[in-house]
């Protein structure tokens, strides 16, 4: 009998429906000679510093640094039930072989080597590697199973990843909350990402606004300009100096240009897409692929792969063709597929980059939830763009002069479409122009010599526009780059974090108001700024940070040792605390709590007033209850925080307007007013729309 450990229940599900396990037993499915069970995320976790020592649940700077002689795990009580049932499938004497099924990448590894371990299992393990959820990929990966042993430095880098964090997170969260009197959370990759729009921030609020000036002449078809001036005056000097007199065209430039067609995606360039043109979070879109993913829609999304293997080469032809066929403007596009384009095994790792899987035509797309079906149609798009002709056209540079004052024109007439047709006809499909199409009006036809009469001459006035803040889009594509400014143009990008935490970062700071977002775009908060101010670079250096994730790359490949990485970690950390010693006045002050006696609101409930704490805002009566809960269900139901406006204006006016509440339902973002509603024994929430009741 073989053990199969998958990641989640409803993977596991589908994993024994191929092998032919049909009889359902509790926190598992057996049959046909297979077990087949689950984790339920992590079931076996890094533990606490106070299981180390009693002395560490209380946070003193004299207990610091915190480093493990032998690290420590433990259950939560809420796993433990199917920790028990993987142990007691371990122990079971008709087992003779476990085979690791979680995820295949470095978490995945993670969850299953942490049970294994902790359970104490000693059987041989093999390991399940798959790109897709499809049952001829399942069935597969079960024919070419590893040794669980080609895994052990993924493993590593996982555990070394896992106290890393450990070590920096609780060492200078503990640290620098004690120096300055308030809870601070410092991670190893948070940080520094929180540190990249607190510099942004700062760059916007000391650029300096200036006008500009640019002289234009008009020939009734076309607008020229001349050179962008500071000065308003010589620019109205060159206006007066044309206006009505000939302009004659000097020169003319054509170029013939092409446009490769688009690479494939990873789970990073995906993520920036869906931001751009649906406004999906980064953690939407990951929660969407990954749903698409189970669904056997889509290949494995946690990929930084934007290649395919030579082995897929021949298959690709048939399902770019019938996945045109699934779009409904694709039916009747022109498909050649130029495989070599997308192929090359030597950039693949762990996984190639995420395509339809041949289920996916065959799929209802309209019963799908709408972010899931956007989600969807982009990779189709991408698939069909990734493999099409390259997009040509001739670039039209033309040169006038008038008064002798230059003006310059340009413009480009397509030559071949390309993998632009597809492209096009999506984003006309969303209403939406591609970067370069304006609709513009045509150039005619240019010569040199040829003279324009009377051209009418203006002055069009701009101003320079400071750095533009972050979006998810573009602080992924910063965070994908860090630390790479220094490294040679062929090495390995570094990075913040990996594609598959990455979202997860930014959603850890909104949600701890270290960041917020406001119409897309992801803002510091006061609190986030005073902590950037406070760190020194150890912790908040986006190119260390990047640098050490470099490293766990390395430890994977068996470039590096494991020991010596997390020994840096640990005299880092010893470095950090000693170079900190007592607290800072100036450090104090950034984070001064606000006084007990600054109420949030009156109780409706009894009249009393409600303060906030810790995990909410209560009402100073205790008899009374009331209590409007920071974590709840209804708020992260919807990706919001209740904070302390939010709670302030519900206590007010018994309603608050929030924009960007995310429906589980549809997976899209409205805006509505949440209304407080309390029965005098529990708080509930109702919403309420514009010309509609409230539900």
Request: hydrophobic content about 40%.
């Amino acid at each position: 009998m073989k053990l199969v450990i998958a990641e989640k229940p409803s993977v596991g599900t589908a994993l024994a429906a191929v092998l032919g396990a049909k009889e359902r037993k509790d926190g598992c499915i057996a049959g046909n000679g297979w077990i087949v069970s689950w984790c339920v995320g992590h079931l076996v976790e890094l533990a606490d510093a106070g299981a180390y020592d009693e002395k560490f649940t209380r946070w003193s700077l004299g207990d610091l640094p915190i480093l493990p002689d032998q690290w420590r795990f433990v259950s939560r009580g809420d796993k433990r039930k199917q920790l028990d049932i993987l142990r007691k499938l371990m122990a079971d004497k008709s087992v003779d072989s476990v085979i690791c099924a979680t995820d295949a990448g470095r978490e995945g590894e993670l969850i299953f080597r942490l049970v294994y371990d902790y359970c104490k299992c000693k059987k041989p393990v093999q390991r399940l590697w798959i790109s897709s959820m499809e049952e001829s990929a399942i069935r597969e990966g079960f024919d070419r199973l590893r040794p669980g042993a080609d895994y052990d430095r993924l493993y590593r880098a996982a555990l070394c990843r896992s106290q890393a964090d450990w070590l920096v997170g609780i060492n200078a969260t503990r640290l620098f909350s004690c120096l300055s009197g308030a809870t601070l959370n410092v991670g190893r990759v948070q940080t520094p990402t929180l540190a990249l729009v607190v510099q942004r921030e700062a760059e916007i609020q000391a650029f300096k606004v200036e006008p500009f000036y640019t002289p234009e002449i008009g020939t009734g078809d076309f607008t020229a300009s001349g050179e962008r001036l500071t000065d308003p005056d010589a620019a109205e000097h060159i206006r007066a100096a044309c206006d009505g007199k000939a302009a004659t065209v000097r020169s003319v430039q054509r170029e013939k240009k092409t446009a490769a067609a688009p690479k494939l995606y990873d789970l990073t360039t995906l993520q920036r897409e869906a931001n751009r043109l649906f406004g999906f979070t980064a953690q939407q879109t990951l929660d969407y692929t990954q749903s698409l993913y189970e669904r056997k829609l889509v290949s494995y999304p946690r990929t930084d792969s934007r290649f395919l293997t030579s082995d897929m080469a021949a298959g690709l032809p048939a399902l770019a063709l019938s996945v045109a066929a699934a779009l409904p403007f694709g039916a009747d596009a022109e498909l050649p597929v130029n495989a070599a384009q997308v192929i090359d095994d030597g950039r693949v790792s762990d996984h190639h980059a995420i395509i339809p899987t041949p289920s996916m035509p065959k799929a209802d797309l309209v019963a799908l939830p709408a972010g899931e079906r956007d989600v969807l149609t982009l990779i189709a798009v991408r698939l069909l763009c990734a493999v099409g002709k390259a997009h040509r056209f001739e670039a039209v540079m033309a040169a006038l002069y008038c008064a002798e004052h230059r003006f310059v024109v340009k413009d480009r007439a397509v030559l071949q479409e390309g993998w632009k047709a597809v492209d096009g006809a999506f984003r006309a499909m969303l209403k939406s122009k591609s970067d370069d199409e304006e609709n513009a009006k045509p150039l005619p036809e240019l010569s040199e010599g040829q003279v324009f009469p009377s051209v009418s001459a203006s002055v069009r006035e701009g101003k320079t526009a400071p750095p533009k803040r972050f979006t998810e889009d573009s602080l992924l594509a910063t965070m994908e780059a860090a630390g790479s400014d220094d490294a040679p143009g062929d090495a390995e990008r570094k990075g913040l974090g990996t594609p598959a935490t990455r979202a997860g970062v930014i959603e850890k700071l909104v949600k701890t108001s270290f960041m917020e977002r406001k119409k897309k775009q992801l803002t510091p908060t006061e609190k986030g700024v005073n902590l950037i101010a406070i760190l020194p670079d150890t912790v908040k250096s986006p190119a260390l940070t990047a640098e050490w994730e470099h490293k766990l790359k390395r430890i994977e490949r068996g470039e590096l040792d494991d020991k010596v990485f997390m020994t840096d970690i640990a005299a880092m950390t010893l470095g950090l605390v000693k170079a900190h010693p007592t607290p800072e006045v100036e450090h104090a002050a950034l984070f001064a709590r606000k006084p007990e006696s600054e109420a949030v609101g009156p109780c409706p409930r009894c009249g009393g007033t409600v303060y906030e704490n810790m995990k909410g805002f209560c009402c100073d009566h205790r008899a009374c209850g009331f209590a409007l809960w920071k974590n709840s269900k209804f708020f992260t139901a919807k990706r919001k925080e209740l904070n302390w406006k939010t709670a302030a204006t519900l206590l007010k006016e018994g309603r608050v307007f929030i924009s960007g509440l995310y429906s589980e339902k549809t997976g899209k973002i409205y805006d509505a007013a949440v209304v407080l509603d309390d029965t005098g024994d529990f708080v509930n929430f109702g919403l309420e729309f514009e010309g509609r009741k409230s539900k």
